[in-house]
């Protein structure tokens, strides 16, 4: 018999997500900051260290970020759990047919929904009910530390290119070099991310790529103002 294979990139969206948000953090903050700095007439050592300490602050205050929300999502499904047991504990009928109206919900006929939903409950009526009422799994149950240093190592990714650039870029063509090299970058994270993620690449890139020129431009105008006022 032949098999069938489906390949869908639906299971990518999380992680996928999550990258590309920190990378593009990452490249748009510390490109930004430094181009204001840059605007306002600053030394190359003032613009080196801006960058440093836009990339160590913007890890930090993503990983801190992510944490606590991530952390929140644990919390609340652990609050959900307990609470899972203790209606199991106290009323297993009741939620055995909470369980047969789901699966009638979705389409299957009344007897095969109590069935299913009778099989499952003596199986493991916690991970049925963790599953099919609350939709928490295995896959995508909340893990705080593991977010928030994926979600920092992504941002210093994306940060590192643009203060490179500054790092190795002459005196004379500094401005241009982040932005021309921060700004294909964004290109091809958004492009990367919609490919992946099965949708148009040109879309992807002209959207990321717009947004992080329009950040620039704006931080760039303000660091020139207050270069100009002496501030």
């Not at 929140?72 to 297993?92: C, H, K």
């Not at 893990?143 to 240093?149: D, G």
């Not at 970058?185 to 991310?193: Q, R």
Request: charge should be negative; charged fraction near 15%; hydrophobic fraction near 50%.
């Amino acid at each position: 018999m032949r098999r069938h294979h489906e390949h869908h990139k639906q299971d990518r969206i999380g992680w996928l997500r999550a990258a590309v948000l920190g990378a593009n953090d990452g490249v748009i903050s510390v490109s930004s900051i430094m181009l204001g700095v840059t605007s306002a007439h600053a030394s190359r050592a003032s613009i080196l260290l801006s960058g440093v300490a836009g990339l160590t602050a913007g890890a930090m205050s993503m990983a801190a970020g992510e944490y606590v929300s991530v952390h929140s999502q644990a919390d609340t499904e652990a609050a959900e759990l307990e609470r899972e047991r203790l209606e199991l504990a106290q009323d297993p009928i009741g939620e055995e047919a909470e369980l047969s109206q789901i699966y009638m919900r979705r389409g299957l006929s009344a007897d095969l929904s109590a069935q299913v939903a009778r099989e499952l409950m003596r199986h493991d009526a916690l991970t049925a009910h963790m599953r099919d009422e609350l939709g928490i799994t295995g896959e995508n149950t909340a893990r705080p530390v593991q977010a928030a240093l994926a979600s920092a190592a992504s941002f210093t990714v994306g940060a590192a290119l643009p203060l490179c650039l500054a790092l190795l870029a002459p005196a004379l063509h500094t401005t241009a070099l982040i932005v021309i090299g921060s700004l294909l970058t964004l290109a091809v994270l958004g492009g990367l991310a919609a490919h992946v993620g099965g949708a148009s690449i040109w879309k992807g890139a002209v959207r990321v790529t717009f947004w992080g020129a329009f950040a620039m431009a704006v931080t760039a105008g303000i660091g020139a103002s207050m270069g100009y006022k002496g501030l």
